[in-house]
């Protein structure tokens, strides 16, 4: 099954995507997301997620659905990703708009960005998420090809040991 | 105590509790903190008490925790629940383990000749000549004994011998004092013997540790039988590190008289077992060793050798998983 996250990381990189949804995720290796995860459990804080299936949603309200990103890095896959959420939620029944938002480096300035889908753009989105379900059932990955991307990226050690 | 990145070292007695989202040590009525943040492994080499409560909260954190016997022997490691693990490398793997053993243990054997050549070979440089018989047959004939091969014993044979010639070449390497004739496993009955085996269990603590952080299946190995220990992939991969961190630790200390009989083992056990000192002196020249940076010759980054052994795990991965060629970490090559 498909997850807000596997979109976003299919438009990203496709061998993230391939290597994450096969559950060779790297991220733990990060401090802050270890961190985050132990306090998390610590607190047992409740948690404001709406969580339906394979998706997380920051907020939902009768107009918007709201995804909060730290940055503006990758805002194809962060849109790619919210509109999945649109999607999914059409399915459902429940009609929205979405709304992006994108905390800059430092903070201080934020962007915003609405996305309406018309019924078209849905079932476009649909064929979309058919192949990346399709490209998910290859028993490799593709291989790595250095971008810039890369230099950043948790699988850098990985892909190019 | 003593501390280096995010390891900690612990040879008082005491006891672990959890206090404020932190671990802490009591010990003689004082209480010292370590906060979850820089620490990802503990070792334990005196008594220590700690409950069930610590224990989740270790690992909640993916900390894991060695623990050592008073002699300095390995005694177990607590390792946490919360792991990676995938479904598709883990069947991946056991495959391996019945199609392709050969070819990683073989790798693997290959790869502990080319780094004994290497350590070695700066010796010879220096003008110990005769070291030069051995070291062409590790060079020339190692590798195709390996590739004649198809039989893991007569393959444990070569890496046998290839452990053996070593040793005895120690005698050339290494003063008097230290000079060793025969490898006695446990318990070790002279200071040398003391020194490789605290060393090799030191290594395979490191490398448990770096393989919880990759999705292997600590226990299916490949050179070693897969039942030998419950972390026997951690023998596998500690192999080819032997030369490079616990050995040339080892001459390292030595030669420059940072242990020495007299003052760094125990004389009550007939100098056969390290004393506390002794333990440290090492651990801290050790730590050295691993966290000493070099260019990586692939990544093109700098890497320490602490990290060079999560990248085996990787490159391991990337054989069962992709089919990349797999070989070990060499220190001629830094890579
Ligand atoms: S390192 Fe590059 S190729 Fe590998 S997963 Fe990251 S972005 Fe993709």
Redesign the pocket.
Known sequence: MLTGTIVNYYT??Q??CW?FSHNLNMEDNSEDVRIGKVLHELKKQGTEEIALEGIKLDKLTAEYVTEIKKSDADLAAAKAQLEFYLVTLYDKGIIRKGCLECLEKNKQSKSVHTLVMSEEDIEERKAYYRQIEDFLEQEQPPS????P??KK?A??DY??I | MSKSNETRYIFSSGELFQKDFSIVLRKDEKNIYLPIKDTRELYCFNDITLSTKMLQLLSKAGIIVHFFGYHGNYIGTFYPKEQLISGRLTVAQALAYKDKRMMIAGAIVKGIARNIYFVLYHYYRHGKNEFKDYLDWLRKDVPNLVDKTNDINQLLRVEGAIWAKFYQSFRTILPESFAMNKRVKRPPDNPINALISFGNSLLYTKVITEIYHTHLDQAISFLHEPAERRFSLSLDLSEVFKPVLVFKTIFDCVNNRKITVEKHFDKKLNYALLNESGRKVFIEAFEERLNQAFEHQTLKRRCSYKHAIRLDGYKLIKFIMEEKSFTPFSLEDKK
Do not use: A, E, G
Not at chain 1, 144 to 147: A, D, I, L
């Open positions: 990203h990189c061998r993230q290597l790595p090809v250095f971008k991307i890369c990226c699988y850098y892909c190019f």
